[in-house]
């Protein structure tokens, strides 16, 4: 069975709106996956439970819990306290890895030949109270955001405009995986992407696409399908390279203006980091690490 419509004009460049078959799924019921924050890794299961705006900083509002006592208290309380959940590494589940698994590989065919051997596969869930806030971020997968219940504003921007998040900004996000160069502005709110989700809506951003999102009168659930390809792979090393080059006091051209030059960067810093790895005594193999 087809989970996805991915459509004939799938790009992995480009946002989507799509349609998904995964809202009457058993594993993506809110029970089902209530019980699966309640026995993953403890370190796995994010969440916060307190006020939060569009411009709450997301890396420093997240919390975990150990003894679990307040994470089940949040979920128990999902449907009247401000608390939003989120789950990740979902795919160490073997059951919900299946159904990773069977959507990524409904998405292979509509990708390039080369990228087909995807290098990141993973997903996400989160659970949020009504009137919740998701507040401005940008991640460095490429996102299948499957909206499983109630309905939520999604907001999402175009990850090639550098009004919203210059090429400085990224070069120090995925060379730290923080976005601290990068506050929510009310001057870009009219270059949002507005979509009203309801159960059966997917939304496909493009990796580091800024987005946010509020949630109207009721709990809502959304499983969000993560993935990388080389072609993103290449982009977040490009960048990484254009961190270092800065840091040298160059001034590195921004990326994808050069397919060639961008290649060649890429190759210098994987050769400098291989030759300093070999003088650490460490592993020179090329691993999918991200800060
Ligand atoms: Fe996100």
């Known amino acids: 069975m087809a989970l996805m419509d991915f459509g004939a004009s799938f790009n992995q460049m480009k946002i989507a709106r799509l349609r998904h078959q995964l809202a009457a799924h058993p594993l993506l019921t809110t029970e089902s996956l209530a019980k699966l924050a309640l026995r993953s890794d403890p370190d796995h299961v994010r969440f916060h439970d ?15 819990d150990h003894t679990r006592v307040r994470l089940r208290r949040a979920i128990d309380h999902l449907h009247k306290a401000e608390a939003f959940v989120q789950i990740i590494n979902v795919r160490h589940d073997p059951e919900y890895r299946a159904l990773v698994d069977e959507v990524l590989d409904q998405l292979l065919p509509h990708l390039p030949p080369r990228d087909r051997a995807l290098v990141n596969r993973d997903a996400a869930v989160f659970l949020a109270s009504p009137g919740s806030v998701t507040p401005f971020h940008l991640d460095h997968e490429q996102n299948l955001l499957c909206h499983v219940r109630g309905a939520k504003t999604f907001y999402v921007w175009d990850h090639r405009d550098r009004s919203v998040v210059t090429e400085r900004a990224l070069e120090r996000f995925y060379h730290e995986g923080t976005l601290r160069d990068t ?7 009219p270059k949002a992407h507005v979509f009203e989700l309801v159960p059966g809506d997917c939304i496909f951003m493009p990796m580091g696409s800024p987005h946010a999102a509020a949630t109207g009168k009721e709990i809502t659930v959304t499983f969000s399908i993560l993935f990388n390809t080389l072609t993103s792979f290449d982009v977040v090393e490009t960048y990484r390279a254009n961190h270092v080059m800065r840091r040298l006091g160059l001034s590195p051209a921004p990326v994808g203006d050069s397919w060639v030059r961008d290649s060649l960067k890429r190759r210098t810093v994987g050769a400098v980091r291989r030759a300093r790895d070999l003088a650490r005594g460490r592993s020179t193999e090329r691993r999918l690490q991200w800060y």
Do not use: F
């Open 50 to 64: 307190g006020e939060r705006r569009i411009e709450t900083d997301m890396s420093m509002m997240l919390r975990t």
């Open 183 to 189: 506050p929510y502005r009310a001057a870009i709110q």
